[in-house]
């Protein structure tokens, strides 16, 4: 054999080899042999609680009044077990209140995982946070999405990001394919073992927070890495009260204010998929300002987008202006709500919960009334 034709060859293997390899995730949805509940026992924690999450998705099949879904924004932001027990003593019946959320923003993994719960449960009212900053794939895309299952949800995304979209499926796809031949062990959520979660964050056990991450560190910590800052307890005093809340509407609208930049095409893309699905399925969808410490000083609730009209009716704004979460505290003492500039710790969650939740009600009880 010549090297010029033994080289030809070597070129053919390669690329007969690169063409059935980006067309693998086409022909294992084509077969239908990856199931969405196959993929989540393969997600290492420290890329998110889905052992939690799957148990909520797929194992629990009770009615959800209220659902908090996001990144890291709203995992820290929101403590679903007092919203679960305020709205209980209203209800007079156990609500059913949780969140799901994993590290980084992304509209692209967001909608994959809302698809999930609302193929198997019934879910009143859905709250997400403002997610899509980026106009590339969600980092960790690899590990959540599959191509079959969600393939209605991937049509229609723009060429240049679609492309590397698929192009996370594709890497993700010997690790899903791998949970077909053996069985993945899902961990017990409820397992008072420390994870990187609560060893990172100081945090309980995420189950016994139905899912919120409350963060025991002080501001300036840095999760996952030494020293670690611990949390300096703080009631906070202002004069915040939930009447500072507002949703969006007519008479609402001085108290928000749309900067932009624009989402782009591809996260808009997935915000407006998550906002048919809740159409379809009869779920209120509530976009929720989550407070960051580099607003501190806005008078008004500072959005990118004007999200009921670009996500279509029905969607309701709810937020606080900034200014208003921390009156009448101490200044030197505002950093005591928060780890970072752009997460609250354990005690800017328990003031931001107590405040947004009658609004949050208010929004239930409407979505109740609406045939």
Known sequence: MTPAFSSSRRTLAFVVSLVLLFAAPALVAASGGLERRLIYPAIPVRYGPAAWIERQLFENPRDVDIAFMGSSHMWTAVRSRYVKEELSRRLGREAEVFTLAWPRGGFDVLAVVIEDLLAHRHVRMLVI???GYEEAPHLLAPRWLSLG?????????PLGPGVGLYGSVVLGLPRHLLSLVRADRLEDPTSPAPDFWTD???????ASELGTLRARLAFGAR????????????VADGTATPADVFVYGPETREQFEFDGPPTGPYQLHFARRIAELCRAHGTKLVVLHTPTLRERGATRVIERDFWPGELGAGVELLGIAPARLVAGIDPSKVELLFYEVDHVNQNGQDLFTRLITPALFSIYDRSAATP
């Open 129 to 131: 946070y403002d997610e």
């Open 149 to 157: 299952p969600n393939g209605d949800l991937l049509r229609g995304v």
């Open 200 to 206: 990172a964050y100081q945090a309980p056990n995420l």
């Open 223 to 234: 999760p996952g890495f030494l020293p670690i800052v611990p949390l300096v307890p703080f």
